[in-house]
């Protein structure tokens, strides 16, 4: 029996739109409702009408809960809240830590600059992303336990957001040809807030919604 929590944190987005809206669960009515609270990105909320589908993240460090279901009412009443139909059908996902996706995007990185310093960046790529790190393509060697700073954006629903975080290289390895000087790096964040993890995960999950739709997830 799939089990939900009061206060649980969640994640909400229309199959027609992009954007991923942060929730948690309400009220709990087992096999007849779950009520949420407004869902929230940013500084906008996410308008819905009755019958509006709706699809519903709920991650968890081992699996991700992910379901589609309807709504069946909005109150509006001190704060606004969505009554939604308790899904027929919830599909459980094995996850690893943090879940994880491929890009290219251009990122800069660092070695952590002395005090008073400003960081020496150089250009490389990201090839995946998940709310815990990154694996990157740089053009040099660069030891495992080295500490880094990466820079970079993600496009989120209110433009692009600026990340600057400072991470633990856990991997180095060679790619290509034995005398080739490209590495990848397997990067840990280490300095992460709470608020720029979750906007990851949102940019994360929004991707692979979009991924699905199109048909290449």
């Given amino acids: 029996m799939t089990t939900f929590r009061l206060n649980q944190k969640i994640y909400v987005s229309k199959p027609e739109n992009r954007g991923t809206y942060i929730s948690a669960i309400e009220k709990i009515e087992e096999k007849k409702e779950i009520a949420i609270a407004l869902p929230l990105s940013q500084s906008s909320s996410l308008p819905v009408r009755i019958g509006d589908l709706l699809t519903i993240r709920v991650p968890s460090d081992s699996s991700s809960m992910e379901f589609t ?19 027929d059908r919830i599909n459980r996902v094995q996850l690893r830590k943090h879940v994880r996706v491929n ?12 005090s008073g310093e400003k960081p020496d960046y150089r250009k490389a790529t990201a090839l995946d992303i998940s709310a815990g790190g990154m694996k990157i393509s740089v053009p040099g060697e660069i030891g495992e336990g080295e500490t880094l700073l990466v ?52 940019y994360i999950f929004s991707r692979m919604a979009g991924l699905r739709r199109d048909g290449k997830a």
């Fill in 69 to 87: 279901t309807s709504v069946k009412q909005v109150l509006i009443e001190n704060v606004p809240v969505y009554v939604l139909e308790y899904p």
């Fill in 103 to 114: 890009i290219l995007l251009d990122i800069q990185y660092s070695t952590v600059p002395r």
């Fill in 151 to 202: 820079a970079f954006e993600l496009p989120v629903k209110a433009g692009a957001h600026s990340f600057e975080l400072e991470t633990r290289v856990m991997r180095s390895f060679r790619v290509g040809k034995a005398e080739s000087s490209v590495y990848q790096l397997g990067l840990l964040f280490t300095s992460i807030t709470a608020a720029q993890r979750d906007m990851m995960f949102n």
